[in-house]
């Protein structure tokens, strides 16, 4: 079953597995409580698992779902308006990685 918000999930939590830990690091050295990460950086991680074969497809059909847009926001995630841009607070990214 296609679900656009678990693929964008899958993905940034796949993201963080290779760059989460330097991502901690250079927040807390910085003192960054946000981070912002571009959709294209997460091409490289998509799994097609959840129904669609590119992350554009999934990105395209969440901006289109106010339910579960405000459902990605509850996470403390934020993706903007042309579905280019991820915000995330690094106490989510602790969350995603288990931390």
């Known amino acids: 079953m296609k679900d656009p918000l678990r693929t964008l999930l899958s993905s940034y939590k796949r993201y ?6 330097r991502i901690i690091s250079i927040c807390e050295i910085t003192g960054q409580e946000e981070v912002t990460t571009t959709i294209e950086s ?3 991680y998509h799994d097609s698992s959840y129904g669609y074969s590119r992350l554009d497809d999934a990105i395209r059909e969440l901006l289109q779902d106010e339910e579960k847009m405000k459902e ?3 996470k403390g995630i934020v993706l903007s308006s042309d579905g280019k841009l991820l915000k995330v607070k690094l106490n989510v990214i602790r969350q995603l990685m288990g931390k």
């Open 16 to 21: 963080l597995e290779k760059h989460g830990e």
């Open 42 to 44: 997460l091409y490289w």
């Open 72 to 74: 990605l926001k509850a």
